[in-house]
């Protein structure tokens, strides 16, 4: 199931799941007029709050590395510590790619499904 907003030649749609994912694709497009009909072009992106706070994360977690590297040049502080944010940093790109790219798919596959047309990559 999908939810939508549609204006004149426009629309925003978003799957309805139960629970939640930050990383749920935004599909946002155009209604265009076709030789053979109507065709839609649409983009999946990811929310513009989710991609702020990541940024903000990923800054504050590179910032974080940043400063440990300098504390192991200059005071000797011990290399480990710098596992910490690197873990923070991979993890935090993996769950946007996890979570965006599965629902990805899924959004993409029901569409197919409802409109029974097809997709240009």
């Known amino acids: 199931m999908f939810e939508a907003d549609f204006e004149q030649d426009s629309f925003k749609i978003q799957r309805i799941i139960t629970g939640r994912n930050s990383f749920l694709p935004q599909i946002k497009g155009q209604i265009l007029p076709s030789i053979n009909g109507t065709r839609l072009v649409a983009d999946l992106k990811i929310h513009s709050s989710v991609i702020v706070f ?5 800054t504050f977690v590179g910032f974080a590395f940043i400063t440990g ?3 192991v040049i200059n005071q000797g502080i ?3 510590f710098l596992i910490v944010p690197l873990i923070m940093i991979g993890f935090g790109i993996g769950l946007i790619n996890y979570g965006f790219n599965s629902q990805k798919e899924k959004s993409i596959n029901d569409l197919k499904k409802i ?7």
Not at 54 to 58: A, G, I, N, R, S
Not at 115 to 121: D, E, S, V, Y
């Open 54 to 58: 990541m940024l903000f994360w990923l």
């Open 69 to 71: 590297i300098i504390g």
């Open 78 to 80: 011990n290399p480990l």
């Open 115 to 121: 409109l029974n047309g097809h997709t240009k990559a």
